[in-house]
């Protein structure tokens, strides 16, 4: 009798383990619980319509910013845009394809801490894709942002 009590009460802890792991990953996604991720550490979201209307202003500094997810690179995750509600989108992205964008982020709310920054000569040229990716063409923009850290926003 002391072991079928024993036993219950093991299924019921895993029962609870399995339902709090559950809602922790409905709640934040797979980049924020990898411990190895850098973490944004700013709290001052940078209103992206001020980053994209005077961006001399942003260049080299590091803010926050957030926005909707309208692409994201077709092969190895190296850029995403972000709906500027304007002409053209900001595209995130490192020039020596430092951090990669997982999939999950395309057509979210993201918030990215990081740097604008302006093309140099040195990210005109092309960068090498992955062996195996899908044929793809990279966006090539005056202004980038420079990503330290995100987050999707649920």
């Known amino acids: 009798m002391k072991?079928?009590?024993?036993?219950?009460?093991?299924?019921?802890?895993?029962?609870?383990?399995?339902?709090?792991?559950?809602?922790?990953?409905?709640?934040?996604?797979?980049?924020?619980?990898?411990?190895?991720?850098?973490?944004?550490?700013?709290?001052?979201?940078t209103p992206l319509g001020d980053v994209v209307t005077s961006p001399d202003q942003f260049v080299g500094k590091t803010v926050l910013i957030e926005g909707h997810v309208t692409g994201r690179c077709g092969g190895s995750g190296c850029w995403v845009s972000l709906d500027t509600e304007g002409d053209?989108?900001?595209?995130?992205?490192?020039?020596?394809?430092?951090?990669?964008?997982?999939?999950?982020?395309?057509?979210?709310?993201?918030?990215?801490?990081?740097?604008?920054?302006?093309?140099?000569v040195a990210s005109n040229e092309e960068h090498d894709h992955m062996e195996g990716e899908a044929d793809?063409?990279?966006?090539?923009?005056?202004?980038?942002?420079?990503?330290?850290a995100m987050k999707i926003k649920v």
């Open 3 to 45: 072991s079928w009590k024993l036993v219950a009460v093991l299924v019921l802890a895993l029962a609870l383990m399995g339902c709090s792991q559950q809602k922790k990953s409905e709640t934040t996604s797979d980049v924020e619980m990898d411990a190895t991720a850098p973490q944004i550490t700013l709290t001052e979201v």
């Open 88 to 120: 053209k989108d900001l595209i995130i992205r490192t020039a020596d394809e430092s951090f990669i964008f997982p999939a999950e982020c395309v057509d979210q709310d993201i918030q990215v801490q990081g740097k604008l920054m302006v093309k140099s």
């Open 136 to 148: 793809h063409e990279c966006p090539d923009p005056e202004y980038y942002f420079h990503p330290e």
